[in-house]
């Protein structure tokens, strides 16, 4: 009986090991701005962060990112943290599209728009925006990788500001 019950449990024990590896799934997030090491360092900083992911790469000449999640939750909170970390791109879990829940891009002209926590840690990082925006004034605040941007025009339309970042690998939050 005793060798019963420990064959059993032996065999539930790999039954549940097995499971949770089989939930694992491999995250791809295509076109975020990685211009050099110093972008791979960060990615790798905020996803060391993030419960249930793993085995973090960074590639700056395919422009992309991929790692290991646990699980669909964790899946979703490395892309987020990305997005939060003000990288950008399209992302797919085991082959297939994820569905980010991003806030809604509000509209409106102005002629300063201010985007905090962008991805900016370098000069390389820096020319990409100046250069998205060539036709308005482009200066950078903070002193850490995510800077706020400050983008001075005529009749910049907010989210069409966004969707450029977006474009371009870039994300942060829109200043009311």
Excluded: W, Y
């Amino acid at each position: 009986m005793d060798k019963f019950l420990a064959v059993m449990f032996i065999g539930v024990a790999a039954a549940v090991l097995n499971a949770g590896q089989a939930a694992s799934t491999s995250v791809e997030v295509k076109g975020p701005h990685i211009c050099c090491k110093q972008c791979v360092n960060v990615v790798a900083g905020i996803l060391k962060k993030v419960d249930g992911v793993s085995d973090v790469k960074s590639d700056v000449k395919t422009k992309m990112v991929t790692f290991t999640a646990k699980d669909d939750k964790a899946a979703q909170a490395g892309v987020m943290a990305l997005v939060h970390g003000g990288f950008f791109g399209s992302a797919t879990e085991g082959g297939k599209e994820m569905k980010l829940t991003m806030p809604a891009l509000e509209k409106g002209k102005a002629d300063v728009v201010t985007v905090k926590d962008v991805h900016v840690c370098c000069g390389a990082c820096e020319k990409a925006i100046t250069n998205i925006f060539k036709d308005s004034k482009v200066t950078f605040g903070d002193t850490r990788p995510q800077k706020t941007v400050r983008i001075e025009g005529k009749d910049l339309d907010r989210a069409e500001v966004m969707e450029t970042l977006h474009k371009t690998g870039f994300s942060g939050t829109l200043e009311k």
